[in-house]
Structure formats: C-alpha cells, structure tokens
C-alpha cells in the first residue's frame, strides 16, 4: 500500500550540492515523521535527517549545519538539502516514513561525491 519514492541521487564534486526528493504515495492520511537514513558498505547505517509532523526536526552529527531537511505536507514529499558535500558523504540515501506505528523504506538513491 505505501510507497516511497527517492530521487536527486548522482555524482557531485566535492563542495557541491544536492537535493533529494522523497515521494510517499498510498492511502496516507496522517504520519508522525520522515526522514533520512544512508548506508556505505562497511557501515551502519545512520541516520542524516528526521522531521516530524509538528516540524521538529534532528540531524545527525556527521551532517549537522550542512544538510537541511524540509516537508510538503500536501505533497507527501520530504527533502533534503545537501551543501559542501564530502567525499565521505556517498553513500545510499534512504527514506524513511514512520506511519501508525509502522516504518516503512525507500529503496534508496546513491550519492557519489568525487572529483
């Protein structure tokens, strides 16, 4: 019934910027948050972003003050931001929708940051 939907995901300079989009589509009617995950292999998995319905928001350490996390609540549509990437920024990027006590995962957009 719920899906999601990454995208944005690609190859970027060091320094640069991306924005992903994630799209949640099905019989939705309210959530209590979406948010960001990435994985690298040899890694585990972490947590980037978070926002949830009342619009508080958390980042992860690693992110902080560079990346931001952003809804369309009509759109069911999360976003992150992503500013002054580094090269140990590629990773997976996967969304994450927590709804009626469930969460439930995209299948992910890979980022490649590299010169």
């Known amino acids: 019934q719920v899906q999601l939907v990454e995208s944005g995901g690609g190859l970027v300079q060091p320094g640069g910027s991306l924005r992903l989009s994630c799209a949640a589509s099905?019989?939705?009617?309210?959530?209590?948050?979406m948010g960001w995950y990435r994985q690298t292999p040899g890694k585990e998995r972490e947590l980037v972003a978070h926002i949830a319905s009342g619009g508080n928001t958390v980042y992860g350490g690693s992110v902080k003050g560079r990346f931001t996390i952003s809804g369309d609540d009509a759109k069911n549509t999360v976003y992150l931001q992503m500013n002054s990437l580094k090269p140990e920024d590629t990773a997976v990027y996967l969304c994450?929708?927590?709804?009626?006590?469930?969460?439930?995962w995209g299948k992910g957009t890979l980022v490649t940051v590299s010169s």
């Open positions: 099905g019989t939705i009617f309210s959530f209590n948050g």
């Open positions: 994450i929708l927590n709804y009626r006590g469930a969460n439930y």
